[in-house]
Structure formats: structure tokens, C-alpha cells
């Protein structure tokens, strides 16, 4: 059973589009959502993390949406680059061992 | 460099071998983590200690055996490798403590033949 589900699988944009990937949790005990960017052949990086207490949170080029009512919660990305293409992991923790829970991953291609 | 290191990078041998990937960190974290990496690039947890005390480990067989020497240590021994265990392991670190940034070493490919 998935405990997160992200979507979509692959998503292909042009420069200075807007990239949008989604992720749905099941676990209402989860209380830390963050999402990691992988380049091929490195490990995951954090980019940016929310709390289910903020709607929203922004940090630079990357934009956090939650929908705590929804149980969603999505990663924008304003004006892409080429240099954003990856793979994107939304993920979901809770409690103190601070074990991730992983979505499937979003490969994105910005074209330039 | 400040960072969670791995070795080998890459590990290729024989089914049924013994192998250890090893891993350092310097960033004075007290937990670390082992994750699988698999062909569909899904990741998922393993291992975690904190302070050297086992405090995650999930449905994994028993032929994966973490040992923590040390806070700073987390080293991942496998026994009699199967073709299934072929993947990418990654270790990782963070602070004590819920919602803690976890940073991830660069990997270990594991190729099982």
C-alpha cells in the first residue's frame, strides 16, 4: 500500500513554465511534508519542506501548497530552467524517528 | 568537505557473496539511515539508528545487518546477495528529532549478477 502517491509519473515543460507535481497522503499523523530533488547519479536534496499548519510556503523559485482538509499537497516551480531538470520526491513523515515515507517520484524535463 | 559519505560508489559481484557499503558522516548528526533506491527509482527506508541504538528497521530480510561502530558510522553488511538485492543504497543523516532535514550520501550501485 502506498502511503503516498505522487503524480505525475513524468512531466515535460519549456523554460519559464510552471511545473506543477502533485502528492496525496493517507496518515493524518503526518506532520512534515518535504520535498527532495535528485539529479541522476546523486542523492536525494532537500528543496523545501511544510508543516501541516501553514497553507502555504515559498523559497525562491519553489512554491508548497497543502490542503490539509484534502490531504494533498503539490510543489510549484515558477519560471523552470533547464538546470531544474530531475526527479522530484514529495515525502511524509511523523514522530520523533523521523522516518520518511516517499511518494513514486516525478521525472521533469525542462526544454529550453 | 562537511558531508555524508559512501563506499564503495559502485559494487558489482556474484549472487550469493558477502559485501559491506560504508558510511561516514561529519555533519554531527545523531541519526543516521540506510534507503533502497530501486530500477523504478522508488525509495524506501531500511535502517535507522540513533546514537548506535536500532530505533527504524523495516520488513527487510535478515541477510541485511546495519552496524553503528560509532554515532558517525553506519555501515550496511548483506549476506549471500540475491539478483533482487541489486539497487541503489543511499545512506543518510539528520539531527535528532522530528521533521530534521535528512541529507544524503551520493550511493552505493549494487549490481548482483
Known amino acids: 500500500q502506498q502511503q503516498v502517491k505522487q503524480s505525475p509519473q513524468s512531466l515535460i515543460v519549456q523554460k519559464g513554465g510552471i511545473p506543477i507535481i502533485n502528492c496525496a497522503y493517507e496518515?493524518?499523523?503526518?506532520?512534515?511534508f518535504p520535498w527532495y530533488q535528485q539529479f541522476p547519479g546523486k542523492g536525494p536534496a532537500l528543496l523545501i519542506a511544510?508543516?501541516?499548519?501553514?497553507s502555504e510556503k515559498k523559497e525562491g523559485r519553489f512554491t508548497i501548497s497543502f490542503n490539509k482538509s484534502a490531504k494533498q499537497f503539490s510543489l510549484h516551480i515558477m519560471d523552470s530552467q533547464p538546470g531544474d531538470s530531475a526527479t522530484y520526491f514529495c515525502?511524509?513523515?511523523?514522530?520523533?524517528?523521523?522516518?520518511?515515507?516517499f511518494g513514486t517520484g516525478t521525472l521533469l524535463a525542462v526544454q529550453p | 568537505d562537511t558531508a555524508v559519505s559512501q563506499t564503495p560508489k559502485y559494487l558489482v559481484t556474484q549472487m550469493g557473496n558477502d559485501k559491506s557499503i560504508k558510511c561516514e558522516q561529519n555533519?554531527?548528526?545523531?541519526?543516521m539511515y540506510w534507503y533502497k533506491q530501486d530500477s523504478k527509482k522508488f525509495l524506501k527506508i531500511m535502517f535507522s539508528?540513533?546514537?548506535?541504538?536500532?530505533?527504524i528497521n523495516e520488513t527487510v530480510p535478515n541477510r541485511f545487518s546495519p552496524k553503528s561502530p560509532d554515532k558517525a558510522h553506519l555501515n550496511l553488511h548483506i549476506n549471500s546477495l540475491e539478483l533482487g538485492d541489486s539497487a541503489v543504497y543511499f545512506c543518510?543523516?539528520?539531527?535528532?528529532?522530528?521533521?530534521?532535514?535528512?541529507?544524503f550520501g551520493p550511493g552505493t550501485r549494487l549490481l548482483v549478477l
Open positions: 543518510a543523516s539528520s539531527p535528532t528529532g522530528q521533521g530534521r532535514t535528512q541529507y
Open positions: 496518515n493524518t499523523a503526518f506532520d512534515y
Open positions: 511544510i508543516r501541516p499548519d501553514v
Open positions: 515525502a511524509a513523515s511523523r514522530g520523533a524517528t523521523n522516518k520518511l515515507i
Open positions: 555533519l554531527g548528526h545523531d541519526t
Open positions: 539508528y540513533n546514537n548506535k541504538e536500532l530505533i
